[in-house]
């Protein structure tokens, strides 16, 4: 399996960018298709973004597009989530997740998951 470090969270107000990185290591990288997640207090875990393998498809959970971007350097072995105009409502954890094959929004069908970093919008 591959492992997976995020890092690039932090606390911003309402209206404030952030841009997550997801570094893998382990396995060969373009193998996999990524996705993020997050997991607020007292919430379940939900789908945010996904990227095949060669990062030409992606896909948005509803309440971020527009306003988040995945993207993937293979080179660099990384993944990236850039959020943009970030909403109280986006505060959680946000963790990066592997698969091989195709990228899905259902975590049921990752195994691989980092430790997540936390993100915390004010008001």
């Known amino acids: 399996q591959v492992q997976l470090v995020e890092s690039g969270g932090g606390a911003v107000q309402a209206g404030g960018s952030l841009r997550l990185s997801c570094a893998a290591s382990?396995?060969?990288?373009?193998?996999?298709?990524m996705g993020w997640f997050r997991q607020a207090p007292g919430k379940e875990r939900e789908f945010v973004a996904g990227i095949n393998r060669r990062g030409e498809d992606t896909s948005y959970a509803d309440s971020v597009k527009g306003r988040f971007t995945i993207s993937r350097d293979n080179n660099k072995n990384t993944v990236y989530l850039q959020m943009n105009n970030l909403k109280p409502e986006d505060t959680a954890v946000y963790l990066c997740?592997?698969?091989?094959?195709?990228?899905?929004?259902?975590?049921?069908?990752?195994?691989?998951w980092g430790q997540g970093t936390q993100v915390t919008v004010s008001s």
């Open positions: 382990g396995r060969t990288f373009s193998g996999y298709s």
């Open positions: 997740a592997a698969r091989s094959g195709y990228y899905s929004r259902d975590q049921a069908h990752f195994p691989s």
